[in-house]
C-alpha cells in the first residue's frame, strides 16, 4: 500500500476524523455539483484558469487544521465546510510567496470580503486581518521550481492569502502575506 491510499480512504478522500464527521463523499458529490451547475459567465469576466480548477486535497499543516480540501471552479474557492469566495482574476505576479523562488502567481481578488470562519473557528488569515487577494500557483510535480526543498514533496499548489487594499504587484511586501497553504490533487 503506497503513502498516499494509507492516508487517505477508497477514493482518494481523508478519513471522517480529518472532516470533524462530514463526509468526503458529500463534499465530493457538492464539488461535481458546482461544476455542473455554475452559470456562463459573461466573456468579459475573468475567470479562474483552467490548469487550477478542480478539488484539491489539503496537504500542508496549515491546509489540513484551517482550510481542508478546497475546490476551484471558474469563479470561486470552496472550502470543505462549504464557506465560499467569489474570486476576480487580477493576472500573474511574480514574488508573492514567502518562498521566493515560486514561479509567478495567478492572483484573485476576494469579491465578497470577509472572515469566513473555517475549520476549529479558525479564519484564512487567523488574528483578525482580513484577507483580500489569494496568490495561486501550480508547482511541478517534480518541485524543479524549488530545487527539492521547502515545500512538501506531494503539494503541487502553493495558496498564499494576502491582506490590503492595494492590488498586490510583483515582489509584494512579505507582511501582506497572513497565510500559505498548499495542497496536492485528488
Same mark, same amino acid.
Given at each position: 500500500?503506497?503513502?498516499?491510499?494509507?492516508?487517505?480512504?477508497?477514493?482518494?478522500?481523508?478519513?471522517? !476524523?480529518?472532516?470533524?464527521?462530514? =463526509?468526503?463523499?458529500?463534499? +465530493?458529490?457538492?464539488?461535481?455539483?458546482?461544476?455542473? =451547475?455554475?452559470?456562463?459567465?459573461?466573456?468579459? !469576466?475573468?475567470? @479562474?484558469?483552467?490548469?487550477?480548477?478542480?478539488?484539491?486535497? +489539503?496537504?500542508?499543516?496549515? +491546509?489540513?487544521?484551517?482550510?481542508?480540501?478546497?475546490?476551484?471552479?471558474?469563479? !470561486? #474557492?470552496?472550502? !470543505?465546510?462549504?464557506?465560499?469566495?467569489?474570486?476576480?482574476?487580477?493576472?500573474?505576479? +511574480?514574488?508573492?510567496?514567502?518562498? =521566493?523562488?515560486?514561479?509567478?502567481?495567478?492572483?484573485?481578488?476576494?469579491?465578497?470580503?470577509?472572515?469566513?470562519?473555517?475549520?476549529?473557528?479558525?479564519?484564512?488569515?487567523?488574528?483578525?486581518?482580513?484577507?483580500?487577494?489569494?496568490? #495561486? @500557483?501550480?508547482?511541478?510535480?517534480?518541485?524543479?521550481?524549488?530545487?527539492?526543498?521547502?515545500?512538501?514533496?506531494? /503539494?503541487?499548489?502553493?495558496? /498564499?492569502?494576502?491582506?490590503?487594499?492595494?492590488?498586490?504587484?510583483?515582489?509584494?511586501?512579505?507582511?501582506? #502575506?497572513?497565510?500559505?497553504?498548499?495542497?496536492?490533487?485528488?
Amino acid at each position: 500500500m503506497n503513502g498516499r491510499a494509507s492516508r487517505y480512504g477508497q477514493h482518494g478522500c481523508r478519513r471522517e !476524523q480529518r472532516t470533524g464527521g462530514r =463526509s468526503c463523499a458529500r463534499f +465530493a458529490v457538492l464539488a461535481v455539483g458546482l461544476f455542473l =451547475s455554475l452559470p456562463l459567465q459573461a466573456a468579459t !469576466q475573468a475567470v @479562474v484558469p483552467a490548469s487550477l480548477r478542480g478539488y484539491w486535497v +489539503a496537504y500542508s499543516h496549515t +491546509a489540513l487544521s484551517i482550510t481542508g480540501d478546497i475546490v476551484l471552479t471558474r469563479s !470561486q #474557492i470552496v472550502f !470543505q465546510n462549504r464557506k465560499r469566495f467569489s474570486l476576480a482574476y487580477v493576472g500573474k505576479r +511574480a514574488g508573492i510567496s514567502v518562498e =521566493s523562488r515560486l514561479p509567478p502567481a495567478d492572483v484573485f481578488r476576494l469579491r465578497d470580503v470577509r472572515d469566513v470562519v473555517l475549520f476549529n473557528d479558525n479564519t484564512l488569515c487567523g488574528g483578525g486581518a482580513m484577507p483580500r487577494y489569494l496568490a #495561486i @500557483v501550480r508547482l511541478s510535480p517534480h518541485r524543479k521550481e524549488l530545487g527539492g526543498v521547502g515545500y512538501p514533496s506531494g /503539494a503541487e499548489l502553493s495558496m /498564499a492569502v494576502l491582506t490590503g487594499r492595494p492590488v498586490p504587484r510583483d515582489n509584494v511586501d512579505e507582511p501582506r #502575506i497572513c497565510a500559505e497553504y498548499s495542497f496536492s490533487p485528488l
